[in-house]
């Protein structure tokens, strides 16, 4: 006979075949491990890229997400190679322009909340057509501790982080009655070429503030990505998941 967790599972269609991916800026950094990962685990993904060429053995479509026109295009490729509408997205573009409060100009500070924040919700208000459709859907949008923690310097780029918790947790309430999740994933400071660079005494100085005692790899910000699209999170939406080894306790 069927048993309750039979029929739960079945009815959460992201549990046991191959989910449709949409990761944007997932030609480079973060945006390409989160896609890497997706793939490896047997996934069928698609990133977007601006120019160029998308990554060895990826695909990708051409996405600016300041652009509404491009993205409704990107998604219609997208679909178009998936054969089938987009089930999870990853909003994981992002910039920042960094500068004190005083200096920052106004092109600085709307470029930023336009990529960050306009851009995640562009690309979530297209994704959730063929979400509603299928009644199911999962939306991670690709945050950062500084949206909560706050960052001088970086009022534009915090400012655009933390607007995408109040982006969540609306999509969350306008449909998480039809299989929709939407949660936000808040990396701390990321391994990367950037950090590589860094003098010996400032990355000594970041890390004291990280209980944990080191950077992050993209790897792990992709592990908790996944998770959230995964049948494991099927009742996690709204939720903000931190990924900075302790950094910004407090959430
Ligand atoms: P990168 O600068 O390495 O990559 C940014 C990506 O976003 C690129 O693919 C870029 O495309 C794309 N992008 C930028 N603007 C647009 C746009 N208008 N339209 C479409 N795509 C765009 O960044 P990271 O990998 O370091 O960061 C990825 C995400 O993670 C960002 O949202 C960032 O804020 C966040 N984050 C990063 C942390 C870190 O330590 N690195 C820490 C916390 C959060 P292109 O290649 O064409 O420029």
Redesign the pocket.
């Known amino acids: 006979g069927v048993t309750v967790s039979d029929t739960t599972i079945s009815a959460d269609q992201t549990a046991s075949r191959p989910r449709a991916v949409l990761v ?10 989160i896609a890497r990962s997706f793939a490896e685990a047997g996934d069928d993904v698609v990133i ?5 060429t998308p990554p060895e053995g990826l695909r990708g479509v051409i ?5 509404s026109e ?1 993205v409704d295009r990107a998604f219609t490729e997208a679909e178009q190679l998936l054969g089938r509408s987009v089930e999870v997205l990853v909003a ?5 322009k960094d500068t004190l409060l005083m200096r920052m100009s106004d092109e600085d500070f709307d470029a930023v909340l ?3 924040l306009t ?1 995640a919700f562009r690309c979530a208000r297209r994704a959730v057509k063929g979400m509603i459709r299928a009644r199911a859907g999962r939306i991670i949008l ?5 949206g909560l923690l706050g960052s001088a310097g970086q009022t534009n ?1 915090a400012a655009s ?1 933390a607007g995408l918790v109040g982006l969540a947790r609306s999509i969350t309430r306008e449909l998480g009655g039809r299989g929709i999740t939407a949660n936000v994933v ?5 391994e ?1 070429e ?2 590589e660079q860094l003098s010996e005494d400032l990355r000594k100085t970041y890390l004291s503030g990280i209980p944990a005692g080191r ?1 992050a790899t ?1 790897e792990e ?1 992709a592990g908790a990505v996944r998770f959230l699209a995964g049948p494991d999170a099927a009742y996690i939406s709204g939720a903000v998941i931190p990924v900075d080894g302790g950094l910004g306790m407090g959430h």
């Open positions: 944007t800026g997932g030609n480079r950094g973060i945006g390409l491990a977007t890229h601006r120019s160029g996405c600016d997400v300041t652009d491009s994981n573009a992002g910039i920042t336009d990529t960050n851009g690709v945050s950062s501790v500084v780029y982080k808040a990396p701390g400071f990321i990367t950037m950090t950077f993209a910000v």
